[in-house]
């Protein structure tokens, strides 16, 4: 069992996410940053599925109950409290009683802690992921919360992991599906100057302030299904990219879409951060 | 016409919901490899499917839509989509307002919106949330100036051409009918959705 003495300023519990749902209009969800909560598993023997807590600008603190092994990625945070060697992508043991601190990331914005088992709330439609659009799954994280750990299972293999340099935000973008709804510069215009990352940005999706996009089709699109990355424009012609709570369908045309790849760039941007894109495949 | 939407998405124009809902229907009987999401929409379907080939899939797409079209202009009946009847007490708060809008009496209200066969369009907005669409065109109203912050679970509603059964309490800017004691979302449930794209609703005064 692990304490939430204090979250931070939002800390959700997050696995993979809930696919197979979007028709029923239920997101996916999952971790924004999804290979850092994978890593994080894998350095404390998980499977990367299981669930992880996922915190936004760290300055959390939690109270392990049990002694276990524990892992972060993703944004990286100070350490302290009694846990020997912890720190970013190792795995450390955390005992019976410890708190565990993590302040404020330098750079980056989502934080994965894993622990080993895995956080085992009561999984909703197959997934421990809270969801911020729909309210599906555990409600976000409270002081007091407590939240189980499951029974370990597997080795731990890993004993460090790189922590990935952070390159110049560039998401690398597919044009489509709806581009051409859009005066045929503006691709073009997407990519020629940086955007700034604004604060009402969330796991919903970015959003961007930057050159205005400017359509060249007027009326409505009518409402169609959205996939994660999607860049989708509404009438002020600010770009937002869509993460892991993205409605599962949406009316406002989508000019491209972020590669895969980039989805854990773009979940790491922090108000105030500027943000490329880019067409060529290659950053 | 096919579109790309990322390295994992097909977007099928299909230019009609009932294509839509064919499409819908033969991609979950014959499911392409790796196919993890399919999302009808009133003109198109979405299909998702990550780590597959993706050409393969357009042109299996390619191959479906064109059967598909076939069967919808010889007018072969699509496979029976299932029937939801919905008991309703029609009490709602909105209910003389739409009278008035729609120029008629609240038992015609009524007797409208419960005489006809519904048909649930694509689901969105929240978990469960259908825009039933073939609305009878009198009781087309406009949403309210001002949402509600708070709608009950299992109010009926309308708004522009679509009725809809609000799963869970939400806000919500619908003009409201009445309510039913159905549960029409349900997590525990396995589909956890009364409804799907295609189902058939019919109303009824409880």
Known sequence: ?283 | MIRLAGEHGLLVETGSLELSHRMDAALRRERPDRVEEIVPGPDTVLVVAPGGDRERLRARLERLLARERDRSLAAEPAAAAPVVTIPVVYDGADLEPVAELAGCGVDEVIARHAGRELVVGWLGFAPGFAYLTGLDPVLRVPRLDTPRTSVPAGSVAVAGPYSAVYPTASPGGWRLLGRTELRVWDVAADPPSLFRPGTRVRFEPA
């Open chain 1, 1 to 283: 069992m692990i304490e939430i003495i204090v979250p931070g300023p939002y800390a959700t519990v997050q696995d993979l996410g809930r696919p197979g749902y979007a028709h029923l209009g239920v997101p996916r969800s999952g971790a924004a940053d999804l290979e850092s909560l994978k890593l994080a598993n894998r350095l404390v023997g998980n499977p990367e599925g299981l669930a992880g807590v996922e915190l936004t600008l760290g300055s959390a603190r939690l109270r392990f109950l049990r002694g276990a092994w524990a892992a972060l990625a993703g944004a990286p945070v100070p350490v302290s409290g009694p846990a020997r060697g912890a720190g970013m992508g190792v795995p450390f043991w955390v005992p019976a009683g410890a708190e565990l601190r993590l302040g404020l990331p330098a750079r980056g914005l989502r934080t994965y802690l894993a622990v080993r088992g895995g956080i085992a709330v009561e999984p909703v439609l197959g997934s421990r992921s809270t969801d911020s659009l729909s309210g599906l799954g555990p409600e976000p994280l409270r002081a007091g919360a407590r939240l189980p750990v499951g029974p370990a299972a597997g080795v731990i293999a890993a004993d460090v992991a790189p922590l990935p340099e952070p390159g110049p935000a560039v998401l690398r973008l597919l044009p489509g599906p709806r581009d051409d709804w859009f005066v045929p510069e503006a691709l073009e215009e997407l990519c020629a100057s940086p955007y700034a990352v604004t604060q009402d940005s969330n796991r919903v999706g970015v959003r961007l302030r930057g050159p205005e996009l400017v359509r060249a089709k007027d009326g409505e699109l009518p409402s169609e299904g959205m996939v994660t990355g999607a860049v989708q424009v509404p009438p002020s012609g600010q770009p937002i990219v869509f993460l892991a709570d993205h409605p599962p369908t949406g009316g406002y045309p989508v000019i491209g879409v972020v590669r895969a790849a980039d989805l854990g760039v773009a979940a790491q941007l922090r108000p105030g951060d500027e943000v490329r894109f880019s067409t060529r495949l290659r950053a």
